[in-house]
């Protein structure tokens, strides 16, 4: 079966741009988690969705950053104006449950701002 | 503060020995562990996990040790091969949550 996907792969964009980065879960899978790895980083949460819950946006680290999950599927991580320091790769990862171990990452997308 | 650190950035094994991936954490109230893998430009991919109430977990040639008194966990990987050349990072959730948090990984590299 199709696995997580992400788009796009990669995304170069200038300083104080917005950009829109897409998540497609598993099927079926309630959870979708957004992380964010900067260079030399660990993975850093950003924002989690359960089902209808509210999401907890807890790790976004301004409010530039918001997410969507429409119709508990599709989920897309916005960046309003663009900093250099928001370089890094995107991950997003789903699983069946919020209890569930187990996430399933997609593979990412790695964003330059310039 | 980083409650999972991951102290070795790089590992070199020859091929057929043990390879040994460490994680230390902070917070007490960890309750499950988990190891992934990572290939570049893919995403990581769940590896072996362990409970808090656990000191140790296997699955065929993977091993995870749990020394809680320590803090301290632990990936046996044996034989080592070199498909296992990978990012590997180790990742705490805390009791009652869902939030993860992950180490900086260490590059294991399988000589062959």
């Known amino acids: 079966g199709a696995g997580v996907s992400q788009s796009p792969s990669n995304k170069v964009t200038e300083k104080g741009k917005d950009v829109e980065l897409r998540c497609d879960p598993i099927?079926?899978?309630?959870?979708l988690y957004w992380y964010r790895q900067s260079l030399g980083q660990g993975l850093e949460f950003l924002i989690y969705?359960?089902?209808?819950?509210?999401?907890?946006k807890s790790g976004l680290p301004s409010d530039r950053f918001s997410a969507e999950r429409t119709g508990g599927s599709v989920s897309t991580l916005t960046i309003q104006r663009t900093q250099q320091e928001d370089s890094a790769v995107y991950l997003c990862?789903?699983?069946?449950?919020?209890?569930?171990?187990?996430?399933?990452f997609g593979p990412g997308t790695r964003l330059t701002v310039t | 503060d980083q409650q999972v650190k991951q102290n070795s950035p790089s590992l070199s094994v020859q091929e057929g020995r043990i390879s040994i991936l460490n994680c230390d954490y902070t917070n007490s109230m960890f309750d499950y562990f988990l190891w992934y893998k990572k290939y570049p430009a893919e995403g990581p991919t769940f590896l072996i996990s362990i409970s808090s109430i656990k000191d140790k977990n296997e699955d065929g040639r993977f091993t995870v040790f749990l020394n809680k008194s320590a803090k301290h966990l632990s990936l046996h990987i044996v034989p080592s091969q070199p498909g296992d050349s990978a990012v590997y990072f180790c990742?705490?959730?805390?009791?009652?949550?869902?939030?993860?948090?992950f180490g900086t990984g260490t590059r294991l590299k399988v000589l062959a």
């Open positions: 990862a789903s699983s069946f449950r919020d209890t569930s171990y187990e996430q399933y």
């Open positions: 099927s079926g899978h309630t959870a």
């Open positions: 990742a705490a959730r805390s009791a009652g949550t869902y939030k993860y948090i």
């Open positions: 969705f359960q089902g209808n819950s509210a999401p907890d």
